[in-house]
């Protein structure tokens, strides 16, 4: 099979490759999917440039753990009436070397989940770390009937999902962006206000359209840019859900946060503890069948442009980045 591969981290360029490999065989409990897309996340593009470090080095890996096909294949033990299914698959590369950006991916039977029908394999190679992240976050907040969240990086694409769902769930949404293009998208996915956090006060703005009392909770992909606001930007009591950080240090302040009872949250989703990932499946599931949700804006790319792809992702995408396989 053909697939990209890096043996050593680093910039995009130097490192990945397109390589033929053996095609895996699944094994006891796996199936094989056939790709018919892959998902690269911002989690993907810093494990290649070792930007994040996972703890393991393998001598070489397939990238990207998000990824949707057809399972074409069956491991002993497993239920016969998986062949042939519509799935989309998560954790492809979570401590395992060869993850979804290939034309063929063996794992648990878990890990490939049914779905639903009509919802395109675009969509499914989206759901894995961003629709499951912000499915989780919101659930995270609590009751949100009434109340008022941020979402940090609404136009992203755990932010795209975030803010459908925590409207869904009944919060007023005020999304957090940096450009009028980043507005244009929040708004679209159901951001009630969007606020440009590189021209205006957002502390200010939220005070004010909260009648003075703050948001109660943010949704967070960067505690370490934004840590040091959360005192003023949330209510007493609020809460800040982090599933993300531009550093690897996250520091608050010590009296606004005591003061102000501030909850903080960190969570990765690909750790989910077996009856939140569980829960979490089964409600996006529920989501994806009623055809709730709008998906992110793809971009697509071959196989063979890996590269531009990937470095597409660490520009920032504005769109859902994908490999056609």
């Given at each position: 099979m053909r697939a990209a591969t890096y043996k050593t981290t680093g910039p995009a360029a130097e490192v990945l490759r397109?390589?033929?490999?053996?095609?895996?065989?699944?094994?006891?409990?796996?199936?094989?999917?056939?790709?018919?897309?892959?998902?690269?996340?911002p989690s993907d593009v810093k494990s290649r440039s070792g930007a994040s470090?996972?703890?393991?080095?393998?001598?070489?890996?397939?990238?990207?753990?998000?990824?949707?096909?057809?399972?074409?294949?069956?491991?002993?033990?497993?239920?016969?009436?998986?062949?042939?299914?519509?799935?989309?698959?998560?954790?492809?590369?979570?401590e395992r070397p060869f993850g979804t950006a290939a034309e063929y991916i063996a794992l648990p039977a878990a890990q490939a989940v049914p779905l639903p029908a009509g919802v395109s394999f675009e969509a499914g190679a989206s759901i894995g770390i961003p629709l499951m992240t912000a499915f989780h976050a919101v659930a995270a907040c609590g009751s949100l009937i009434g109340r008022t969240v941020i979402v940090a990086g609404a136009a992203g694409s755990v932010g795209h999902y975030a803010t459908q769902l925590a409207r869904i769930a009944g919060a007023r949404v005020i999304a957090l962006i940096s450009?009028?293009?980043?507005?244009?998208?929040?708004?679209?996915?159901?951001?009630?206000?969007?606020?440009?956090?590189?021209?205006?006060?957002?502390?200010?703005?939220?005070?004010?359209?909260?009648?003075?009392?703050?948001?109660?909770?943010?949704?967070?992909?960067?505690?370490?840019?934004?840590?040091?606001?959360?005192?003023?930007?949330?209510?007493?009591?609020?809460?800040?859900?982090?599933?993300?950080?531009?550093?690897?240090?996250?520091?608050?302040?010590?009296?606004?946060?005591?003061?102000?009872f501030v909850t903080m949250y960190f969570f990765i989703v690909y750790r989910l503890p077996a009856q939140q990932m569980r829960e979490t499946i089964a409600g996006v599931t529920q989501l994806l069948e009623a055809g709730l949700l709008t998906h992110p804006e793809p971009a697509l790319y071959r196989l063979d442009e890996i590269v531009a792809a990937h470095e597409r992702v660490e520009a920032g995408a504005n769109a859902k980045v994908l490999i056609q396989l």
């Open positions: 397109i390589e033929e490999l053996p095609t895996p065989q699944p094994g006891p409990g796996e199936v094989r999917v056939r790709l018919a897309f892959s998902g690269a996340n470090n996972r703890g393991w080095n393998f001598p070489v890996t397939v990238p990207h753990s998000d990824g949707a096909g057809v399972i074409d294949a069956l491991g002993a033990g497993v239920d016969g009436a998986l062949a042939g299914r519509r799935v989309w698959v998560y954790n492809g590369q979570w450009s009028p293009a980043k507005a244009a998208i929040a708004r679209a996915a159901g951001a009630h206000e969007t606020l440009n956090y590189r021209e205006e006060d957002v502390a200010s703005r939220v005070k004010a359209l909260t009648g003075g009392r703050g948001a109660s909770c943010i949704i967070d992909l960067d505690g370490a840019g934004n840590g040091r606001h959360y005192a003023a930007w949330l209510e007493f009591g609020g809460k800040a859900v982090i599933y993300g950080s531009n550093a690897r240090d996250v520091s608050v302040p010590f009296g606004p946060m005591i003061t102000n």
